[in-house]
C-alpha cells in the first residue's frame, strides 16, 4: 500500500520521534526543513496554552520556508498525544490541534476510537504507536490509520519483542502505514526496516544529540559516548517498561544492575516512581541503536548524514543482488 500524499515531501523515510521534555519548536521546525516529519509531545507545552503558541510558530515557520524553497517544502509535523487516564490535558490538547488541523497525531499509551474520529474529522491521519502485534490490532481496530511498532531496544517506553519478529507479524495481516522503532540511528538501519517491511523509520535517541533538542549539555554528551552496553531496561521510572541511560542512573545514586520492579498501577510520566530522581529529566531516556553517534550536529547536518549512509548502504545492497 502506498503512503498517505502527507508523506509525499519526506526526502528521507524518516519520522523524529516525540521526545518526553527534549522535543520543542526548534528541533521539530529543523527537521521538517531537512525533510523528516519533526514532532512532539503535546505536554512538552507547558502551561496548556503554550501548545497553541507552538503549533503556531511550527506552522508559520514551515508555510514561510515552503515559499522561499518551493522546490524543496518542509516534510510534515506531529503532534504526540499520550491517551492515558493520567493525561487530564488530552481533551484540551485536541482542541487546540483540531484548530491548527495538525496533519499527523501520533497516539501513545491507550487507543480510542473517538479520538481517531475527531483527527480524521479535521483530515488529519493518526498513528499509533505499539509493542506487541496484539496492541496493533486493537489500534487499528478503533480506527488508528497506520502503526509504529515499538521493538525491542527502543529508547524511552518500549517492548521487547525483536523489530524482525514484531513487523512480519504486522505484515501478515496490515498493509497500510508503518514507522518502525528500535535501535535505529543510522541510514542503514533505515534502509533495514525499509527492507523488514516499514514504509518509515522513527528514530528518537539520536536527536537527543541535535544541537537544537533541549536536552542538557550532559545529556547530548552521555548519547555521543553511548553504546548499547549503557542501556538499562526498567519500570522502576514510571511504571511502564523503558530504556535508560545507565549513567543518569547512576548519577541519580542508584545501583543499574539492582533496580526495583515499580507498581505498574501507579503510572507516573513526570515522577521518578519509587525514587527521588524524575523521569526524563534526571533519568534520561535512551536507544540501544547510539553507538553510531560520535558528535553532536545540528538536526539538519544530523539529517543529511543519515541521508549520505542510506544512499551508501542502498548502493551497497544494489551491488549485493546485481
Not at 516529519?37 to 503558541?53: C, I, K
Request: some cysteine; hydrophobic content about 45%; proline content about 5%.
Amino acid at each position: 500500500m502506498a503512503l498517505p500524499s502527507l508523506f509525499d515531501n519526506l526526502r528521507l523515510p524518516v519520522i523524529g520521534s516525540p521526545l518526553f521534555i527534549i522535543s520543542g519548536p526548534e528541533l521539530v521546525i529543523a527537521q521538517c526543513k531537512a525533510g523528516i516529519v519533526g514532532s512532539f509531545p503535546a505536554l512538552n507545552a507547558r502551561p496548556q496554552a503554550q501548545l497553541d503558541e507552538w503549533i503556531h510558530q511550527i506552522t508559520e515557520e514551515l508555510a514561510a520556508h515552503d515559499r522561499d524553497n518551493p522546490d524543496q517544502p518542509a516534510a510534515p509535523f506531529a503532534v504526540n498525544q499520550i491517551v492515558h487516564r493520567s493525561n487530564n490535558r488530552l481533551e484540551e490538547d485536541l482542541v487546540t490541534c483540531a484548530k491548527w488541523k495538525v496533519p499527523l497525531v501520533i497516539t501513545s499509551l491507550g487507543a480510542r476510537e473517538d479520538l481517531n474520529v475527531a483527527v480524521h474529522e479535521w483530515g488529519g491521519i493518526v498513528l499509533h504507536d505499539v509493542i506487541n502485534d496484539r496492541y496493533a490490532h486493537k489500534a487499528i481496530e478503533k480506527g488508528a490509520d497506520g502503526l509504529i511498532p515499538v521493538a525491542a531496544g527502543a529508547g524511552g517506553h518500549a517492548g521487547t519483542t525483536s523489530p524482525f519478529a514484531l513487523i512480519q507479524e504486522i505484515r501478515t495481516w496490515f498493509d497500510g502505514p508503518v514507522a518502525l522503532s528500535g535501535s535505529i540511528a543510522s541510514g542503514a538501519a533505515v534502509l533495514s526496516a525499509q527492507a523488514m517491511g516499514a514504509d518509515l523509520a522513527y528514530i528518537g535517541s539520536a536527536f537527543i544529540a541535535a544541537k537544537e533538542a533541549r536536552a542538557s549539555d550532559d545529556y547530548k554528551q552521555g548519547i555521543v559516548d553511548g553504546k548499547a552496553d549503557d542501556i538499562v531496561y526498567s519500570n522502576l521510572f514510571t511504571g511502564v517498561h523503558g530504556n535508560y541511560l545507565k549513567k543518569s542512573i547512576e548519577n541519580a545514586g542508584l545501583d543499574p544492575n539492582n533496580l526495583p520492579e515499580s507498581d505498574p498501577s501507579k503510572m507516573n510520566f513526570g515522577s521518578g516512581g519509587n525514587t527521588a530522581a524524575k523521569a526524563w529529566k534526571d533519568i534520561w531516556g535512551c536507544g540501544q541503536g547510539i553507538g553510531n553517534i560520535d558528535e553532536v550536529l545540528s538536526a539538519g547536518d544530523m539529517v543529511a548524514k543519515l541521508r549520505r549512509e542510506y544512499d551508501t548502504a542502498a548502493k551497497r545492497m544494489a551491488g549485493l543482488v546485481g
